[in-house]
């Protein structure tokens, strides 16, 4: 059983272009969070979403930002437009249905640079 | 401050030592999990603890919990230069019925072979 699958490992995207993330749960899991790691920071929670809804997107910036977890495919972080402070650890995480137990399984992250 | 904040920020130890690290939060939680994150990579989930255990033990790991206090701490017992790396405690928001975790800053542990 695969673990949470994140493509590209890096990604470099000159300021004004689109960055897009890529992040294939574990099967069997439904429910997928994206975060964001500044350097030096913990994560920050972004987005939340089962498939083909966004349950919780309090964290996401107002602009720019998208995110979608169609019926097929992978969960699909998009920025748009980037800017420098868009450079950052991009993570994905998944988990089964949620209990007091559950474990949310991180992927190895997105590591985004601005130039 | 901030919901899961560790303490302190950066720990050194020799190996052989143990290493404690504290976590602090502000509100109610379902559970508190520990991660480790090793520099440049991703998260390895170390260890979940319910809101009411109060004790939980895996290797040489040892997590307490007191929702009294609203405070967690994190032993790593018999420490190995392979731990070195930084540790994150992150709860769940006790009034959502789903997994949107709260990171703090985190402790970066260095251990000295």
């Known amino acids: 059983n695969a673990g949470v699958m994140q493509n590209p490992r890096h990604l470099v995207r000159r300021r004004g272009q689109e960055a897009r993330l890529r992040c294939s749960p574990m099967k069997g899991h439904s429910h997928v969070y994206w975060y964001r790691q500044l350097p030096e920071e913990g994560l920050k929670f972004m987005v939340y979403l089962q498939k083909e809804n966004i349950i919780d997107e309090s964290g996401m910036p107002k602009e720019r930002f998208s995110a979608e977890f169609p019926k097929e495919g992978p969960s699909i972080l998009r920025i748009q437009q980037v800017v420098r402070g868009d450079s950052a650890a991009y993570f994905c995480?998944?988990?089964?249905?949620?209990?007091?137990?559950?474990?949310?399984?991180f992927g190895q992250g997105t590591r985004l640079t601005v130039v | 401050s901030q919901q899961g904040e560790e303490d302190p920020q950066a720990l050194s130890i020799q190996e052989g030592e143990n290493a404690t690290m504290n976590c602090s939060y502000k509100?109610?939680?379902?559970?508190l999990q520990w991660y480790r994150q090793n520099s440049g990579r991703g998260l390895v989930h170390l260890i979940l603890i319910r809101s009411n255990e109060r004790e939980k033990h895996s290797g040489r790991l040892r997590v307490t919990l007191d929702t009294s206090k609203k405070s967690s701490s994190l032993l790593i017992t018999a420490s190995r230069a392979a731990d070195t790396a930084s540790y994150f405690c992150?709860?769940?928001?006790?009034?959502?019925?789903?997994?949107?975790?709260?990171f703090g800053q985190g402790t970066i542990l260095t251990v000295h072979p």
């Open positions: 992150a709860t769940d928001d006790g009034g959502t019925s789903y997994g949107k975790l709260t």
């Open positions: 995480a998944s988990s089964p249905a949620w209990s007091q137990n559950t474990e949310a399984f």
């Open positions: 509100t109610s939680i379902n559970n």
